[in-house]
Every structure is written in C-alpha cells, then in structure tokens.
C-alpha cells in the first residue's frame, strides 16, 4: 500500500468531505480529509489505481486539487 497527501481547494463543509472521500473510495483508494489544512490523506493499493486516477476523481467533484 502507498500513501499520499494530496491538497485540495474548494472544500468548506462536512458534505464537502464526504464528497471527496466518498470520490476516493470510488476511485479505489481510502482517504481521510483534514478540512482545516486542506488535504486528504490517501492510502492506496498502486496495482489497482493511480494518483492521477485518484486526483482525477476528487475534481470530477468539483474541487482542484494542488
């Protein structure tokens, strides 16, 4: 398993963490979002997705992600 910390802008609110967790888990990975800093937290398994697979997800949701 690989870990990574990924910035995102956009998120304000609980529904906006539930959105790019529930984006990441979608996307093959779990993530843990810290809305006061602006990341979440990805771990995932490198056979099965990719960073740009999971950075993808989070903007199809709307957010941008630094």
Same mark, same amino acid.
Not at 5 to 31: D, F, I, P
């Given at each position: 398993?690989?870990?990574?910390?990924?910035?995102?802008?956009?998120?304000? #609110?609980?529904? #906006?963490? @539930?959105? =790019? %967790? %529930? &984006?990441? @888990?979608? &996307?093959?990975?779990?993530? +843990? =979002? *810290?809305?006061?800093?602006?990341?979440? &937290?990805?771990? !995932? *398994?490198? +056979? @099965?997705?990719? =960073? *740009? +697979?999971? @950075?993808?997800?989070? %903007? *199809? +949701?709307? !957010?941008?992600?630094?």
């Amino acid at each position: 398993m690989s870990n990574i910390t990924l910035n995102v802008t956009g998120m304000s #609110c609980n529904h #906006c963490v @539930k959105s =790019v %967790e %529930e &984006a990441v @888990k979608n &996307a093959g990975a779990s993530g +843990q =979002v *810290d809305l006061a800093a602006g990341t979440v &937290a990805v771990e !995932y *398994d490198e +056979q @099965k997705v990719n =960073v *740009d +697979q999971i @950075k993808a997800a989070i %903007e *199809d +949701q709307g !957010y941008d992600v630094v």
